[in-house]
């Protein structure tokens, strides 16, 4: 699996920890190609001292990405939408979203990488549970719409995701995206039942 993972960036002082819950995961399966991109909302005049102090950053054998736009947004939106700009859709990799307060699941890409390669195409919708594990969003059709999915729940082929961006800086803006993105491709959308999403685990 070749996957890109994108986190917008408002809380720098989690990146660590992030950081470290990706290396964690990654070791688990090497042979996974990711990308960890950091999409910044930053002055021009902050843009080298932000590269070089989050360069620095150690992610295991992941790779880092970053980006920088100057409309930082409250909850992202414009951030990632700069990084998927900058991904071609014809790129023939997964793109998923990992928000900067919580932390990656271990077993988060060994079971993607596992789920991709059973139903290649398509993407994958998984449960997201709150830091205590309790279930927060169940992963079915009925959930990809506004405030029932949450931005970590997916990881979609960068074609399925096409022309479509987040809407601005709306805090709905994740559920119009993946809602976007399942009514246009209804038959290549997997929904699993396994608890691979964590809400808020840093905060």
């Known amino acids: 699996m070749d996957l890109i993972l994108i986190t917008a960036v408002s809380r720098p002082e989690n990146l ?3 950081g470290a819950s990706i290396a964690r995961a990654h070791a688990e399966v090497p042979a996974v190609s990711l990308v ?3 999409a910044f909302g930053v ?3 902050m843009m080298e001292a932000a590269r070089e102090r989050w360069a620095r950053l150690d992610v295991g054998a992941a790779q880092l990405r970053f980006s920088y736009t100057h409309v930082a947004g409250k909850v992202g939106g414009p951030e990632r ?3 998927l700009d900058m991904i071609p859709e014809d ?6 979203f990992l928000d900067d307060d919580t932390t990656l699941d271990p077993s988060y890409l060994a079971r993607l990488d596992t789920l991709t390669a059973e139903h290649p195409g398509q993407a994958i919708v998984v449960d997201q549970v709150d830091r205590d594990g309790n279930l927060r969003c169940a992963a079915t059709p009925q959930c990809m719409h506004p405030c029932s999915v949450d931005t970590g729940m997916g990881i979609f082929p960068r074609e399925l995701i096409g022309e479509m961006r987040f809407d601005g800086d709306c805090y709905e803006s994740d559920g119009r995206l993946f809602q976007a993105i399942y009514e246009r491709n209804p038959g290549r959308c997997t929904f699993v039942s396994e608890p691979l999403s964590i ?5």
């Open 43 to 45: 002055k021009v005049e």
């Open 91 to 96: 790129a023939g990799t997964m793109v998923a």
């Open 81 to 83: 939408n700069l990084a």
């Open 16 to 18: 660590e920890l992030v």
């Open 36 to 38: 960890w991109w950091l």
């Open 199 to 203: 809400y808020n685990a840093l905060q």
